[in-house]
């Protein structure tokens, strides 16, 4: 359960920052030219190596653990989302600017649905991510979650349970996938007319 709330929390807080963000810096020029460059510039450096700096700020407790996968998560889904939000043509944002649409118009009609299949994308992706950057963060320095749990069995010879512990972190793995996988197919059924 721990594990779960971790993780869930992590995604939520990394969407829901990184989501409009991305739209934002897709629709306005100038927001685009500051920022993505800033994220494209720290999305490749491995950010499981300030767990250690995060750790000394935030201390032992959930908050250092969800903080680093929020971290990577915001990076994987502003990647994602943006790359698909700019790729709409200029010509489609000018034909609609023509017809009065300002600019919260083109936002929710234009971008918010290309970006849904992207967020869904995004959303997957950054399950398995999660659940990666998780196992390492509850096997440093902590004694609780299935990642801890793994390690513990393993350091004393239980083969059996650690490889329960594997198991459980796997179904939750895909528990995620398949309830973003199923939203996905909700959301964007418009995609299959």
Do not use: C
């Not at 950010?47 to 750790?55: A, E, G, H, M, Q």
């Not at 990076?75 to 009065?100: K, M, N, Y």
């Amino acid at each position: 359960l721990i594990s779960t709330y971790r993780v869930i929390i992590s995604i939520t807080i990394g969407v829901a920052i990184a989501a409009p963000l991305a739209i934002l810096a897709a629709q306005f020029r100038l927001l685009d030219k500051f920022l993505t460059p800033l994220i494209y510039f720290a999305y490749p450096a491995p950010k499981v190596v300030f767990l250690p700096l995060i750790i000394s700020f935030l201390g032992l407790g959930d908050a250092s653990r969800i903080f680093l996968i929020t971290l990577i998560i915001f990076f994987q889904v502003f990647v994602i989302i943006r790359d698909a939000a700019g790729q709409i043509p200029v010509e489609t944002i000018e034909s609609i600017s023509s017809l009065g649409a300002g600019h919260w118009h083109i936002l929710r009609y234009v971008y918010i649905p290309v970006s849904i299949p992207a967020i869904m994308t995004a959303l997957k992706i950054s399950a398995g991510t999660a659940i990666a950057v998780l196992f390492i963060t509850e096997t440093i320095a902590g004694n609780t979650g299935l990642g801890y749990y793994i390690v513990n069995e393993w350091s004393i010879f239980s083969y059996d349970t650690m490889f329960a512990g594997i198991i459980a972190m796997s179904m939750l793995g895909l528990g995620l996938f398949s309830v973003f996988a199923t939203l996905e197919h909700i959301l964007t059924r418009w995609q299959r007319r």
